[in-house]
């Protein structure tokens, strides 16, 4: 079956850092690709998506691309911000059907 | 434009209780999804909702069930309730998955079974 595998955390940096998230995905298909984030206590947040093949999501100064051919879609930011601190997913669906999540990462940021 | 929300907030129940947690989509938005977050088990999916049908379920057993109205909005009931069943459960939604493939969160309702 499908899945999504990303790298584990925690993932420690200071601010204004250059941050980078690994993802991968197993797909039968032609998924679309997400990342989500989740601040404390909250539900979580759609921060980008693609949904083709070299398709670039963006958002925030986040940035992600959809690599077919190494089946892969890792999250990057060029500087990263104490408020940036949060738990990032990264996520597939086929045609609109259910989400399949990796395991998360957390991402803390220190000034 | 208002979001995905949810209620209650939070909901501490004993063992064997029954749970009954309510969702409403974002304005237009037709399809429905739950998910569990346990901890130390990630994001897994519950049920799909879809014009008040249900699309699709994930790997739980029978005693989680829901329903969707037809103004779109949901519930999810969980019977005899297990310790095991703690978790964070989220709502999402989206519009009829012809036309977008992108769900949009609630803030979740957290339940504590003791």
């Known amino acids: 079956g499908d899945s999504v595998t990303q790298m584990e955390g925690p993932v420690t940096l200071s601010e204004e850092a250059f941050l980078t998230i690994n993802c991968t995905y197993t797909?039968?298909?032609?998924?679309?690709l997400f990342w989500y984030v989740q601040y404390p206590g909250e539900g979580l947040q759609l921060l980008l998506k693609?949904?083709?093949?070299?398709d670039k999501g963006s958002n925030k100064g986040f940035e992600a691309t959809y690599r077919k051919e190494t089946t892969s879609f890792h999250l990057e930011k060029g500087s990263v911000q104490v408020s940036d601190s949060a738990v990032y997913f990264c996520?597939?669906?086929?045609?609109?059907?259910?989400?399949?999540f990796g395991k998360g990462t957390t991402l803390s940021v220190s000034s | 434009e208002a979001g995905v929300t949810q209620s209650p907030t939070h909901l501490i129940k004993t063992r064997g209780q029954q749970a009954t947690l309510r969702c409403s989509p974002i304005?237009?938005?037709?399809?429905v999804y739950w998910y569990q977050q346990a901890l130390g088990l990630g994001l897994q999916f519950l049920l799909w909702?879809?014009?008040?049908?249900?699309?699709n379920r994930g790997n739980f057993p029978p005693r989680f069930s829901g329903r969707q109205f037809p103004n779109y909005s949901s519930e999810l009931n969980v019977n005899a309730l297990e310790l095991e069943d703690s978790a964070l459960y989220l709502c999402?939604?989206?519009?009829?998955?012809?036309?977008?493939?992108?769900?949009?969160f609630g803030p979740g309702t957290r339940l504590t079974v003791t």
């Open positions: 999402a939604s989206s519009l009829s998955q012809a036309y977008s493939y992108e769900q949009y």
């Open positions: 797909a039968t298909g032609y998924p679309s």
């Open positions: 693609a949904t083709k093949a070299d």
């Open positions: 996520a597939l669906s086929e045609r609109g059907t259910a989400l399949i």
């Open positions: 304005s237009g938005h037709t399809s």
């Open positions: 909702y879809d014009e008040g049908e249900e699309r």
